[in-house]
């Protein structure tokens, strides 16, 4: 990752935010989309106080909604679907909905 800022700043001196997305992942192939801001994007007075600043990284993952437990492993292309992300979210939906009922009686 060190290495795309590296020479994203040969290519852009006012580089300001970086973001990584993966955007696929396969077993030994991952995709990651690369997003870049620009410190001429900014307004004046915000860049100002960023001008000297270096940029700043961001790598973002989705997490499913099921995932309680930051422990556990997870597909990463929970969001494609699938019968396994099927599965665990009606797993998760009914975990849910016995403890809703639990708490009535």
Not at 15 to 32: E, F, G, R, S
Request: with cysteine; aromatic share 14%.
């Amino acid at each position: 990752m060190r290495e795309i800022v590296t020479d994203l700043k040969k290519i852009y001196s006012n580089l300001y935010d970086l973001n990584l997305v993966v955007y696929k992942a396969k077993y030994k192939l991952t995709i990651i989309e690369v997003q870049y801001y620009l410190k001429s994007s900014l307004e004046k007075d915000y860049l100002e106080d960023v001008r000297n600043n270096d940029p700043m990284l961001h790598c973002k993952v989705a997490i499913p909604p099921y995932l309680t437990n930051n422990q556990h492993k997870f597909d990463i292309n929970w969001q494609l679907g699938g019968i396994r992300y099927q599965w665990q979210l009606l797993w998760w939906r009914l975990k849910g909905r016995s403890k809703r009922v639990l708490r009535l009686h």
